[in-house]
């Protein structure tokens, strides 16, 4: 079993790879692909592991998840591979080890971090070659993720939402703000104490400009989950 770093404590993100023995094929076939991801959610779900983003290649996989508890990543990841190593070795008649260690584990410790995670992991098939956008590969939860947020815990979707990556700029965000409270002649006290104008300005800024709800949060002063409600009320 892995041993983890102090600073673990500190996160509850964390990126997992593991690839296969001498940076050999794993996943012969999409069969396989599809066995050690009906295990890879069966298991995650058993273990009280969120699986936030997923992509799986022939010979390695690349997985984000949130955990409160290294101990249950360690049992999740122990039992995965190691039921997809007697899957793979009886289909194909083989002996021996399938993955390389057991895996690799990096804590997440800031937004940027976890943003660029997500891109790394999504972008694998386009590095590869495989395709020429993340969307149109099949073996990860790219689409899934952007559309439904499946995998996301409710209160996480516009924390750590992956969509608003790009234009979650931390300057472009105060800058827009403030030309909306001078265009109207308003300031933030104001807003925040009518709440129809509260509404109108979380509105005009998640929806045209593409703020993140954790933004708009942080500049009203205000908590992500209030924020959440008004806009989605």
């Given at each position: 079993?892995?041993?983890?770093?102090?600073?673990?404590?500190?996160?509850?993100?964390?990126?997992?790879?593991?690839?296969?023995?001498?940076?050999?094929?794993?996943?012969?076939?999409?069969?396989?692909?599809?066995?050690?991801?009906?295990?890879?959610?069966?298991?995650?779900?058993?273990?009280?592991?969120?699986?936030?983003?997923?992509?799986?290649?022939?010979?390695?996989?690349?997985?984000?998840?949130?955990?409160?508890?290294?101990?249950?990543?360690?049992?999740?990841m122990?039992?995965?591979?190691?039921?997809?190593?007697?899957?793979?070795?009886?289909?194909?008649?083989?002996?021996?080890?399938?993955?390389?260690?057991?895996?690799?584990?990096?804590?997440?410790?800031?937004?940027?971090?976890?943003?660029?995670?997500?891109?790394?992991?999504?972008?694998?098939?386009?590095?590869?070659?495989?395709?020429?956008?993340?969307?149109?590969?099949?073996?990860?939860?790219?689409?899934?993720?952007?559309?439904?947020?499946?995998?996301?815990?409710?209160?996480?979707?516009?924390?750590?939402?992956?969509?608003?990556?790009?234009?979650?700029?931390?300057?472009?965000?105060?800058?827009?703000?403030?030309?909306?409270?001078?265009?109207?002649n308003?300031?933030?006290?104001?807003?925040?104490?009518?709440?129809?104008e509260?509404?109108?300005?979380?509105t005009?800024?998640?929806?045209?400009?593409?703020?993140?709800?954790?933004?708009?949060?942080?500049?009203?002063?205000?908590?992500?989950?209030?924020?959440?409600?008004?806009?989605?009320?």
């Amino acid at each position: 079993m892995p041993r983890f770093p102090r600073t673990y404590i500190k996160t509850i993100f964390f990126h997992i790879i593991t690839q296969g023995i001498n940076k050999s094929y794993i996943f012969e076939r999409s069969e396989d692909i599809k066995f050690y991801l009906r295990m890879m959610k069966k298991l995650s779900k058993e273990q009280e592991v969120k699986i936030l983003a997923y992509c799986v290649m022939n010979n390695h996989t690349h997985m984000l998840v949130k955990t409160n508890q290294t101990e249950k990543m360690s049992k999740f990841m122990q039992r995965l591979n190691t039921t997809y190593g007697i899957y793979y070795n009886q289909k194909y008649n083989r002996v021996g080890y399938v993955f390389r260690n057991r895996y690799k584990s990096e804590g997440i410790y800031n937004e940027k971090h976890l943003y660029n995670c997500v891109r790394y992991i999504y972008n694998n098939p386009v590095k590869a070659g495989i395709c020429s956008q993340a969307k149109e590969y099949q073996y990860s939860n790219y689409k899934e993720l952007n559309s439904k947020y499946k995998e996301i815990n409710e209160n996480l979707i516009d924390e750590y939402s992956f969509i608003d990556i790009e234009d979650d700029n931390l300057r472009k965000s105060e800058n827009v703000i403030k030309e909306i409270l001078r265009k109207y002649n308003k300031n933030l006290d104001d807003i925040r104490k009518n709440k129809k104008e509260l509404k109108e300005f979380i509105t005009i800024l998640k929806k045209k400009e593409g703020i993140s709800l954790r933004k708009i949060a942080d500049e009203l002063k205000l908590s992500r989950e209030s924020v959440r409600r008004i806009y989605i009320k």
